[in-house]
């Protein structure tokens, strides 16, 4: 037998990894995955192009009723939509990426985001990824995990995500956009960056997709009935 409404949470820093572990864990178990980081960026997006974050990531007071009309969701494939608009590869470029953590370091945003977490996962067996997941969004999670890798690893995964969406990154900036991230994202004061006590620590630097896979699957076998071998 298996329990309804299973969360695995799934939290760590910038390009540990996380989504496309995620991803596919999702798939081998038949959960739902849910990108809790899609969200922050649809937001930086949206503030982006109605002018309500400046240049120097002062975010505007006007954000919190403007959200009254963003409209965020996951189409195929994961992809991020707002209204009916695809805004998956907008999202993911460095444009958005330099901005979304000051975006969510800003409480009303948080909250915005959480509640839309907490309808999409309504009723499901989901598997979401984010920074505080485990701590704060779904506390009461099954299973958590805190995802970690060396900082060199991290930067070269990004930097070649990068490279195979069509863009001409330079290697110091993704490593200073990391280095930024990872710090505020771990020091805002409404729920920074940290390892739930009850997560456990995977460190994925030497360690392939699929015996991340095993590893998650050795961890959760016998607390639910969820595949067969
Ligand atoms: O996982 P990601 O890099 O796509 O996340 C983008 C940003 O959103 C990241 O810098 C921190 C923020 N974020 C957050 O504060 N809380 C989450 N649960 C997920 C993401």
Same mark, same amino acid.
């Given at each position: ?5 299973? @969360? @695995? ?23 739902? #995955? ?5 969200? #922050? ?17 002062? &975010? ?35 444009? &958005?990426?330099?901005? &979304? ?17 907490? !309808?999409?996962? !309504? ?9 505080? @997941? ?78 991340? &896979? ?12 969820? #595949?067969?071998?």
């Amino acid at each position: 037998m298996t329990t309804p409404d299973i @969360i @695995i949470a799934i939290d760590g820093c910038s390009s540990t990894g996380k989504s496309s572990f995620a991803k596919i864990l999702a798939k081998e178990l038949g959960f739902l #995955y849910l990108d809790s980081g899609a969200l #922050y960026r649809g937001v930086t997006l949206f503030a982006q192009e109605n002018g309500l974050i400046s240049k120097d990531n002062v &975010v505007s007071a006007d954000l919190e009723q403007a959200l009254g009309r963003l409209e965020l969701s996951f189409g195929a494939d994961n992809r991020t939509f707002a209204g009916d608009r695809c805004i998956e590869k907008e999202i993911r470029a460095m444009g &958005v990426s330099s901005q &979304v953590s000051p975006i969510a370091a800003v409480p009303f945003v948080r909250r915005w985001v959480d509640e839309r977490l907490h !309808a999409l996962a !309504a009723g499901g067996r989901v598997i979401m990824d984010g920074r505080d @997941i485990g701590t704060t969004v779904f506390p009461d999670a099954q299973v958590k995990i805190f995802m970690t890798a060396r900082d060199d690893v991290r930067a070269q995964r990004r930097y070649d995500e990068l490279v195979m969406k069509g863009e001409n990154p330079v290697y110091e900036e993704v490593v200073e956009n990391l280095r930024q991230r990872d710090y505020i994202d771990s020091h805002r004061e409404t729920s920074p960056l940290s390892r739930a006590a009850d997560a456990f620590i995977l460190d994925n630097s030497d360690m392939t997709i699929s015996e991340e &896979v095993a590893w998650v699957k050795g961890l959760i076998k016998g607390k639910f009935a969820l #595949y067969d071998d």
